[in-house]
């Protein structure tokens, strides 16, 4: 896209024939970057799920995350942001939120945004059968940075386009961060519908061969045509694992019209 910069990308370009120094273009970029603020999002990481994450594993977890984001995810994707636990977040605090499932009393209420109207994040701990609580946080925090709202799609074509989801396509992939399982996750390539050179990335352990393509343990969600909601599976043993989760307050959930949780579904119920 011209004119737009975008960090993790290995090109930015300005209108055709403008000729500006590196220190205005890394001004612009750094603009660009951070439309919200160049200070790091703080993010209180909350545990209701205490019967499964004790508090010296939470504060173990929470470093973890920080770390991995750190050396990681930041260099790739930029938005820094600050982790901390705590039982009181603070009203401008986004949020990291572990639950033993989707009953627990403190999920009421609880959709996309806190009750302060902060970006909110979930792990239904109890759900995660034998998957790693670090891989769902990990996977978690990485999507609602980069989408907070889960309400932001990239055009394939006129006629598709995929949920800007970053760790979907690749989320039964992992590498490991101070003895904790993490997410892989896609790069900005990964978004970009042409042909790239050869060596590119397009995700952070190098697996995948091409934008929108995903592995046999992930999926993605599609929009056909403005309306019809799609989801693709790498495999068919990938779906039958999907269809056995419990979705409830899944961020899927929220760009799903027939979903539950979805903002249009809701305010439709209310005016009934």
Not at 46 to 66: H, S
Not at 149 to 165: G, R
Not at 227 to 239: D, H, T, V, W, Y
């Amino acid at each position: 896209m011209r004119g737009a910069f975008v960090l993790g990308s290995p090109h930015f370009s300005f209108p055709f024939g403008t000729v500006i120094s590196m220190k205005k273009a890394k001004k612009r970029a750094r603009r660009a970057l951070l439309g919200r603020s160049m200070k790091p999002v703080r993010i209180a990481c909350v545990n209701y799920a205490g019967e499964e994450i004790d508090d010296r594993t939470m504060g173990k977890l929470t470093a973890a995350l920080q770390k991995c984001y750190d050396e990681h995810f930041l260099p790739v994707w930029g938005y820094p942001v600050d982790l901390y636990v705590t039982r009181k977040p603070k009203p401008t605090d986004w949020q990291l939120v572990y639950f033993d499932d989707a009953s627990h009393k403190n999920m009421l209420g609880r959709h996309e945004l806190t009750h302060r109207g902060q970006p909110i994040s979930k792990i239904f701990v109890k759900a995660l059968g034998g998957e790693p609580v670090s891989l769902a946080a990990s996977h978690e925090l990485f999507e609602m940075v980069l989408d907070p709202m889960a309400n932001l799609w990239a055009d394939k074509n006129p006629n598709t386009q995929y949920a800007y989801e970053v760790c979907d396509a690749v989320e039964e992939d992992s590498f490991r961060v101070g003895g904790f399982d993490m997410s892989n996750f896609v790069y900005p390539s990964w978004f970009e519908p042409f042909k790239h050179p050869r060596g590119t990335k397009f995700d952070h352990k190098g697996t995948l061969k091409a934008p929108f393509s995903m592995t046999e343990g992930g999926y993605v969600i599609k929009k056909v045509n403005g309306r019809k909601l799609i989801r693709a599976f790498g495999s068919p043993e990938k779906r039958r694992r999907f269809s056995k989760e419990d979705r409830r307050g899944h961020r899927s959930e929220f760009r799903d019209p027939q979903g539950v949780h979805h903002p249009g579904r809701r305010a439709s119920k209310r005016r009934g």
